[in-house]
């Protein structure tokens, strides 16, 4: 059997680049609301801000950033951790899978106020 | 097989002392042909320099009182090895050299005059070990007494809690030195093992260090950090954390956040004290007795 090999009609083809395109684009636009960026900022012996919330299911990426020694950040109910050295910006990306309140503290450590040095992430649903 | 303190009491039936073998099975070690035993002691924790009524109110007087029960041992130990955090951290550089030098000149009323030392984080964490360097020595090395090969690791002066690629070196070189049969005592401050990681009860490239030792048939560490009792085997390889000497801390994930343990009036000292080890000649063992800061048994 010969296979058909007919040309696509130039409307079709429009059609297809126009909801290929509103596609790409509905994409770019989740891939921005993914990137919700939260900047913290470490010193001793806080983070600022200290409560974080996010939702579950939306991505997200927190960016550290020292202002004075090497910290750390460890939140365990979420399985995310990262060193933050001064001079530099650590990042974390992570999808919150389930709802609650989480602690994280700094896991390097820093000096008198270390083991006080906490803060808590708040995912809603 | 992992051994908790209550299989060990099960094991010495009752009474302190507690035997504690350094093999996975039936096996000899090198390197006692001189055929002496000998008593070593661990003192750790000690946190000279802490200051919280409600935690220690003779913060100042804990560490003199174990000195002296120290003192009254008999036999006396062939040395002492504190197991670091000798001091109570401080942000203060000069306040630091300072605990670091009261710390020295009390331990220096020990009638044993060899006495070895470590840092803690709380000593060395902040500058990287520059003033226990100056002031107590080197933060890694090892030793060979009466046939026993003695290493000790620093893991406290990367203030994430590494021994480091430099430091793994080392130690790879001296172990190759070593005789796989040979009777070796590994000391550090944190564990080598995750025994709580949020907790901060690791070392990171811990294993690294593990892997290395595995190798040799006859390795036991002992180690200080969590303030308390605890007995691990990691394959072959046994692991006895000791009391500290100024506060207790909570048994690993018994309460939300890890907190010292308030002082009970009840029973003052409660939870602090050192532990003698017993190296006995001719066996892979050792007999820990678990002493109090006034040298009452455990």
């Known amino acids: 059997m010969k296979a058909r090999t007919g040309k696509m009609p130039a409307v079709a083809l429009a059609v297809l680049i126009f909801f290929l395109g509103a596609s790409l684009m509905e994409v770019c636009?989740?891939?921005?609301?993914?990137?919700?960026v939260i900047k913290i900022t470490a010193k001793r012996y806080e983070y600022n801000p200290d409560t974080i919330t996010v939702k579950?299911?939306?991505?997200?990426?927190?960016?550290?950033?020292?202002?004075?020694?090497?910290?750390?950040?460890?939140?365990?109910?979420?399985?995310?951790?990262?060193?933050?050295?001064?001079?530099?910006?650590?990042?974390?990306?992570?999808?919150p899978q389930k709802a609650g309140t989480f602690p994280f503290h700094c896991d390097n450590f820093c000096g008198s106020g270390h083991e006080g040095m906490t803060g808590t992430i708040i995912v809603t649903e | 097989m992992k051994i908790n303190r209550r299989d060990f009491l099960?094991?010495?039936?009752?009474?302190?002392?507690?035997?504690?073998?350094?093999?996975?099975?039936?096996?000899?070690?090198?390197?006692?042909?001189d055929g002496d035993g000998f008593?070593?002691?661990?003192?750790?924790?000690?946190?000279?320099g802490f200051s919280?009524?409600?935690?220690?109110?003779?913060?100042?007087?804990?560490?003199?009182?174990?000195?002296?029960?120290?003192?009254?041992?008999?036999?006396q130990p062939d040395f002492i090895m504190?197991?670091?955090?000798?001091?109570?951290?401080?942000?203060?550089?000069?306040?630091?050299?300072?605990?670091?030098?009261?710390?020295?000149?009390i331990a220096g009323g020990l009638k044993v005059k060899k006495l070895n030392y470590m840092p803690g984080e709380h000593d060395a964490s902040l500058d990287e070990g520059a003033a226990f360097k100056d002031i107590f020595g080197l933060t890694h090395y090892s030793f060979d007494h009466k046939g026993v090969h003695f290493i000790v690791l620093d893991n406290v002066s990367d203030p994430t809690g590494s021994i480091g690629d430099e430091q793994l070196q080392w130690l790879a070189a001296d172990l190759k030195k070593q005789d796989k049969e040979v009777r070796i005592v590994v000391f550090t401050?944190?564990?080598?093992?995750?025994?709580?990681?949020?907790?901060?009860?690791?070392?990171?490239?811990?294993?690294?260090?593990?892997?290395?030792?595995?190798?040799?048939?006859?390795?036991t560490v002992f180690y200080g950090h969590i303030h308390q009792e605890n007995h691990r085997t990691t394959g072959h390889i046994a692991h006895h954390s000791a009391r500290g000497l100024m506060y207790p801390l909570p048994a690993p994930y018994s309460v939300p956040k890890k907190m010292p343990v308030p002082w009970d009036p009840a029973q003052p000292y409660k939870g602090l004290g050192f532990r003698s080890v017993d190296a006995k000649a001719r066996k892979a063992a050792y007999d820990l007795t678990e002493y109090g800061v006034k040298g009452e048994k455990r």
């Open chain 1, 29 to 36: 636009a989740i891939a921005d609301d993914a990137g919700q």
């Open chain 1, 56 to 95: 579950k299911g939306v991505p997200v990426v927190l960016e550290f950033t020292s202002l004075d020694r090497l910290h750390g950040f460890n939140c365990p109910g979420l399985g995310i951790r990262t060193d933050i050295a001064p001079g530099k910006v650590a990042t974390l990306r992570f999808v």
């Open chain 2, 10 to 33: 099960k094991l010495a039936g009752y009474g302190s002392a507690i035997f504690v073998s350094g093999l996975a099975g039936p096996g000899r070690w090198a390197g006692a042909a």
């Open chain 2, 39 to 48: 008593l070593f002691v661990q003192m750790s924790d000690t946190h000279w």
């Open chain 2, 52 to 75: 919280n009524p409600a935690v220690n109110p003779d913060s100042t007087g804990t560490l003199r009182k174990a000195i002296a029960a120290v003192n009254d041992l008999n036999p």
């Open chain 2, 82 to 105: 504190f197991t670091g955090d000798l001091t109570h951290t401080t942000d203060d550089e000069k306040e630091r050299r300072k605990r670091m030098t009261e710390f020295r000149d």
């Open chain 2, 189 to 219: 401050h944190r564990p080598l093992f995750d025994l709580a990681p949020d907790w901060d009860w690791h070392t990171r490239d811990g294993a690294k260090a593990l892997d290395l030792l595995m190798p040799y048939a006859h390795v």
